[in-house]
């Protein structure tokens, strides 16, 4: 696998302790795989259905402040502060932390895609550069990018550009819900597809900075798609119903619809509703689809009363993913390990990277 690592970002909620630290945790999702030579045993058993309750492992690095997490192609993460705009870099194989330039405008609400060195930001609400939202907040940029700027030196120089919202933000009687983006994902080495609620799916070249139409039509995943190169596909957890997890071919998507070219793998052993969901690409063909969730203890949360601080519960469920083409060119989507990592009724699970 290229990813050796996963990363779990929690944040301690309790009112009354001040700013609130925010813990990154490492896993190896190796462990969320059977080795080949028991992959079939273990598929023709109920090992793939069973849920294993796994501790929590240690926290590699505490931050402050920083609430918004993203990582970069190269393994490094970047934490932003969306209310003062500071943001820093932690570099987890030296495990050092630098900071890096303020971000250009403050931001709510947001996801990140990388693309080669670079990691676009985009407000999942996004508003015109110049005006207030409905908040009565001053919107300010609601698109930008970390642009990694290479002078050969031994620490690599970054700056924040400015880029525009989707043109539907212009549109009359526009407003942040109806222009909320559902699905993204890149495509090729210079295009970000974004599909909105009611304005339908636009492209943004980030070589020239240009925003087109792609068409009315919705992207058929939530949340954002990984492009798998081992099968030219894009894979993700649909739009219609983000318990199944499919794949997609977006290689055309800027002058017609995707095509589904597969579906499958329903279903993770909870009857809970996950309040976010990610699918991380590990290489090799292999996923990592992680859902995060908040349960109440049925014991002690009745119809007529619940002390939500005390009776709710988060716990982080990751589940290793294969995909392999047999009988030629049939797609095969093989579930392998789940694993569950609770964090109590404090510890607030927010990203998985």
């Not at 925010?22 to 896993?27: A, N, P, V």
């Not at 880029?163 to 212009?170: D, T």
């Not at 009315?216 to 894979?235: N, S």
């Not at 009363?305 to 519960?313: A, L, V």
Request: aromatic share 12%; with cysteine.
């Amino acid at each position: 696998m290229i990813r050796r690592f996963l990363y779990m970002v929690d944040i301690f909620d309790k009112a009354g302790y001040g700013p609130q630290p925010y813990r990154l945790r490492r896993i190896n999702p190796s462990h969320l795989f059977f080795p080949k030579d028991a992959l079939p045993v273990a598929q023709s058993s109920s090992a793939a259905t069973v849920v294993e309750d796994l501790p929590l492992p240690p926290t590699e690095m505490t931050f402050r402040g920083s609430t918004e997490f993203m990582r970069r192609s190269d393994d490094k993460i970047v934490g932003v502060d969306h209310s003062s705009r500071r943001a820093v870099l932690y570099d987890p194989a030296e495990h050092s932390v630098r900071v890096l330039p303020s971000m250009l405008a403050p931001k709510f609400y947001t996801q990140a895609l990388a693309i080669r060195d670079d990691l676009y930001l985009m407000g999942m609400r996004p508003w015109p550069d110049e005006g207030d939202d409905r908040e009565g907040r001053r919107s300010g940029h609601s698109f930008e990018a970390l642009i990694h700027r290479d002078r050969g030196r031994l620490e690599d120089e970054c700056y924040w550009r400015p880029l525009p919202p989707p043109p539907c933000v212009h549109a009359a009687g526009y407003r942040g819900s109806s222009g909320e983006i559902r699905g993204y994902a890149v495509v090729g080495d210079a295009h970000i597809l974004v599909s909105t609620q009611s304005y339908g799916t636009y492209s943004f070249d980030t070589a020239n900075t240009a925003w087109s139409k792609a068409g009315d039509w919705a992207l058929p995943f939530c949340g954002r798609a990984e492009y798998v190169p081992e099968h030219g596909l894009w894979f993700g957890l649909s739009a219609a119903n983000d318990d199944v997890f499919g794949a997609w071919d977006l290689s055309s998507t800027v002058q017609q619809q995707p095509v589904v070219a597969h579906r499958g793998c329903k279903g993770f052993a909870v009857l809970e509703t996950p309040y976010a969901s990610y699918v991380v690409h590990l290489g090799d063909g292999k996923l990592c689809i992680a859902k995060l969730f908040m349960v109440a203890r049925r014991e002690t949360c009745s119809e007529s009363w619940c002390d939500f601080d005390r009776d709710r519960r988060f716990f982080t469920m990751l589940t290793g993913v294969e995909v392999v083409r047999c009988n030629g060119d049939k797609l095969h989507i093989i579930k392998h390990r789940s694993c569950r990592y609770s964090f109590g009724e404090h510890y607030i699970p927010t990203y998985v990277l």
